[in-house]
């Protein structure tokens, strides 16, 4: 009996002195090459790249944007913002196209998407500015849009804060 109330102890005293990570204060590095200064997409014809934009589907169905649009050219190197875990592959349509990829990560008590990137894995981990892909070709799929990285939270919450 005592063994247990020993080990209950320890197991308190480490989780309550384990270092933990303020979300709150976390910043993105740098995401794409050329865009040291995470510039978020103003608005073109195709829309506005900043949360909470008013979309209009194909289907006429109006929506909010889930994500922040960070401008970045088709092609360009995406690097990871600080040191992350790849938890596998993330999509932004139901149907493929040129530009359906993406990859989820987890790092600095966040979890996030990158949509519009072709990772180069989709598992693993990367220190803060590391390759993690390469921006797709949006032009193909949206002539005329501002090109850009959509990082969206998992839980859909704003990402503004975090640039």
Same mark, same amino acid.
């Given at each position: ?8 102890? $320890? ?6 002195? !384990? ?5 709150? =204060?976390?910043? %993105? +590095? ?7 200064? @995470? @510039? ?5 014809? =195709? /829309?506005? +790249?900043? %949360?909470?934009?008013?979309? =209009? ?8 944007? &889930? /994500? ?7 092609? !360009?190197?995406?690097?990871?913002? %600080?040191?992350? #875990? $790849?938890? /596998? &592959?993330?999509?932004?349509? =139901? ?6 990829? +993406?990859?989820?990560?987890? +790092?600095?008590?966040?979890? %996030?998407?990158? *949509? ?6 989709? !598992?693993?981990?990367?220190? &803060?500015?590391? #390759? ?30 975090? *640039?």
């Amino acid at each position: 009996m005592r063994l247990y109330i020993l080990y209950g102890v $320890l197991l308190l005293a480490v989780l309550q002195y !384990s270092p933990s990570v303020d979300a709150t =204060k976390v910043k %993105f +590095g740098p995401l794409c090459s050329g865009n040291s200064n @995470n @510039n978020i997409r103003g608005c073109d014809s =195709k /829309g506005c +790249g900043k %949360f909470g934009a008013t979309r =209009k589907g194909k289907d006429g169905v109006t929506r909010k944007h &889930k /994500g922040v649009d960070i401008v970045c050219s088709d092609g !360009s190197t995406i690097y990871a913002p %600080f040191d992350v #875990k $790849l938890d /596998g &592959k993330a999509v932004p349509y =139901k149907k493929n196209n040129a530009i359906n990829d +993406g990859v989820k990560l987890k +790092g600095e008590g966040l979890c %996030f998407k990158l *949509f519009y990137v072709k990772p180069d894995k989709y !598992s693993g981990s990367l220190k &803060k500015g590391q #390759k993690i892909g390469t921006l797709l070709q949006m032009q193909k799929v949206y002539p005329g849009i501002t090109s850009h990285v959509h990082v969206q939270m998992c839980d859909e919450t704003d990402p503004t804060k975090y *640039f």
